[in-house]
């Protein structure tokens, strides 16, 4: 293979960032010929942006309400890339967007879906209802993007016994270690054919 695959990744900026810092993590300590093209925020000065800048990849901010489809549609027909990632994206997709471009869309979410999916199952959320339902295991979900929440086809799934956890929070935490392990795994099934989970 000759050249780079290039990803574009779209948050919100309100998070730490720590998918993403996974991702790039995972991208360097395997040496795969995959480079972040740029990373669009949706949050003024988030603590993403300075590590971004630490690494010299490139940040697009969008400060607009209701239109970030027709902004996306028009950044991506100037700025081709392999593979969209969605880390902490917190906006909707149109349909029409998904149905025009014409690169793969993946987010990740932290549950094992089907289950505990859907319109306001997000962050804290997800692990309430996971906790209130009294579940023993839960886990992350890297999928690809359609127009219903989390319903797209599943590229890869890691589950992680909880049993222990005593509140949402720890859920949380143990499940936010299993997304850091897969999210770049997916990214490197997707673009080479082939995945392999760093260890401990």
Known sequence: MTGLFKIAVLTSGHS????FKAIYQYIKDKK?????DFVLITAQDPPIKEYCTSLN?????YDGKSKINSFLL???KERTCDLIVL???MRKLSEQFLDTINTP??????????KYGGKGMYGSNVHNAVFTAGEKISGATVHYVNKNY???DIIMQQSVDITDCQSPEEIGKKVLAIEHQIYGAAIEKILLGRASLLKD
């Open 87 to 89: 880390a902490g994206f």
């Open 74 to 76: 028009e950044l991506f």
């Open 16 to 19: 730490r960032g720590s998918n």
């Open 32 to 36: 795969l010929p995959i480079v972040v």
């Open 105 to 114: 869309l993946i987010n990740i979410h932290p549950a094992l879906l089907p």
């Open 150 to 152: 989390d319903e797209g």
């Open 57 to 61: 990849i490139e940040t697009i901010f």
